[in-house]
């Protein structure tokens, strides 16, 4: 069993930055998934980020990259979002995901573990 806990998110203006937090606890295999994902209200979960647990960062969404980078901290049992020159519409819950071999579809939200998720408010 793996738990998840997202922290970090909150309110920021259009152009500045916020870095979300996930702390897993449990057993979490070296070649796990573990991704960011997102859902604004009326539109579907979508994948932003995902890092191999012990490797490195493998996807990043179109509408992010070059924005937001994906990292870890093995020691921590963290991982994190460093998301920077935000915009209005990438204001959504985030939440924090694991996927166990055998794989589900990296960009899809059928992953094993989730957190609660953290709000991020970007305001115009």
């Known amino acids: 069993q793996v738990q998840l806990v997202e922290s970090g998110g909150g309110l920021v203006q259009a152009g500045g930055s916020l870095r979300l937090s996930c702390t897993a606890s449990g057993t979490i295999s070296s070649n796990a998934r573990m991704g960011w994902f997102r859902q604004a209200p009326g539109k579907e979960r979508e994948c932003v980020a995902v890092?191999?647990?012990?490797?490195?960062?493998?996807y990043y969404g179109d509408s992010v990259k070059g924005r937001f980078t994906i990292s870890k901290d093995n020691a921590q049992n963290t991982i994190y979002l460093q998301m920077n020159s935000l915009k209005p519409e990438d204001t959504a819950v985030y939440y924090c995901a694991a996927d166990l071999p055998p794989y589900t579809d990296l960009r899809k939200p059928g992953y094993d573990y989730w957190g609660q998720g953290t709000q991020v408010t970007v305001s115009s």
């Open positions: 890092i191999i647990w012990n490797g490195m960062p493998i």
